[in-house]
């Protein structure tokens, strides 16, 4: 046997224990993957609880790869492995540990949703909790990616020499890149004064625009309307500072409505009021608190009447508004079809005689 079908043994050995050891190091580390994840779903059998739930959820895809990429790591030491596949190795599991550090991010701000949660709505001060959690973990998220992205290049030398030549010119650097992304750097800075001042937060119902929606997201740049239609409304967070806008759950949910009605003069009042509380008490939509029918405004030829109620939210207080609106006007035209707005004529002829 000469040199090279030696050389070519030896060669084609190392690559098959190169590869059965890689397949060990990853069987082994999807096996204890396995493991730890039964035992964690078998603890959420006896005793559920929202935060294994979202544990198991959030991490399933991201814990794949990580213990198989570190075993492999391991491994390195007991085979003759190039500097090049080390760092190659050493940048996958930082890009990984920094999934899994999202992932679980994202599994806590489930977990705190969840328990500010009851049937689908949120306290004043509970929104006021998610708006900020939802502005950290946006941030947190921006300071993750950034700090795995330095040390994967921190991780190359040559990159590393590459990095310390252009710390030199750092200061005109920022300068430059302060200048072309001032807009960016003021949504920042209003997204904090967002967060933390809550002129609007997560599901509050508000007017902007002449549209009426509901805050579903609030991100870094901008902020997410849902509009009544299922419309979404996309809004730069500078313009909240630039411009008024209504909120119609500042401090609370509750919210009062109003209808109004033009009738005549001979209209027994009364009566609309007695029917008005009967069409409230047989409405699930009222909160049972405010109920009123009062005589508003009037005029020459009519009287204004305001019906107010409340409710519960904003969408209720619409509904019950329309409901009302409509069951009245029906009382109106069932029971005194004459008591709608009349233009009466003066006989002039008559008096001048």
């Not at 999807?30 to 006896?46: D, G, Y």
């Not at 895809?61 to 596949?85: C, D, G, H, M, R």
């Not at 991010?105 to 708006?131: G, S």
């Not at 920022?174 to 599901?203: E, H």
Request: charged share 20%.
């Amino acid at each position: 046997m000469d040199f090279s079908q030696i050389k070519f043994l030896d060669t084609f050995e190392s690559w098959v224990t190169y590869t059965i050891v890689i397949v060990a190091c990853i069987l082994l580390g999807l096996t204890i993957r396995w493991i730890l994840f039964s035992i964690v779903k078998l603890s959420n059998k006896r005793r559920p609880s929202v935060l294994k739930t979202q544990l198991l959820l959030q991490l399933k895809t991201a814990a794949k790869f990580l213990l198989p990429i570190l075993f492999i790591y391991s491994s390195f030491q007991f085979l003759e492995v190039t500097t090049f596949w080390k760092k190659i190795t050493e940048s996958l599991i930082i890009i990984n540990f920094s999934w899994l550090v999202i992932a679980f991010l994202n599994a806590i701000e489930e977990v705190v949703k969840e328990k500010f949660t009851i049937n689908n709505n949120h306290k004043a001060k509970d929104r006021k909790a998610l708006t900020q959690l939802r502005f950290l973990k946006s941030i947190s998220i921006v300071i993750i990616i950034t700090l795995a992205v330095a040390a994967i290049l921190w991780n190359i030398p040559s990159v590393k020499k590459v990095g310390t030549t252009l710390l030199t010119s750092a200061g005109v650097i920022g300068i430059i890149a302060g200048v072309a992304a001032q807009k960016s750097i003021a949504n920042l800075i209003t997204g904090f004064q967002i967060a933390f001042t809550q002129p609007i937060k997560i599901d509050d119902e508000v007017v902007i625009q002449g549209e009426f929606g509901t805050v579903e997201d609030i991100t870094l740049t901008y902020v997410v309307i849902k509009l009544w239609d299922w419309r979404r409304l996309v809004l730069p967070l500078s313009y909240f500072n630039d411009n008024s806008f209504v909120n119609w759950t500042f401090n609370s949910q509750e919210l009062i409505g109003t209808v109004f009605f033009q009738v005549d003069y001979t209209f027994p009042v009364a009566e609309m009021r007695k029917k008005l509380l009967e069409l409230l008490h047989n409405n699930t939509l009222w909160d049972k608190n405010i109920a009123k029918l009062v005589v508003s405004n009037t005029n020459a030829t009519t009287m204004e009447l305001r019906a107010t109620f409340s409710a519960k939210n904003a969408s209720d207080v619409w509904d019950l508004r329309c409901e009302v609106r409509e069951q009245l006007i029906a009382f109106i035209q069932k029971n005194h079809p004459e008591c709608f707005p009349t233009l009466r004529q003066i006989n002039l002829s008559e008096d001048l005689k």
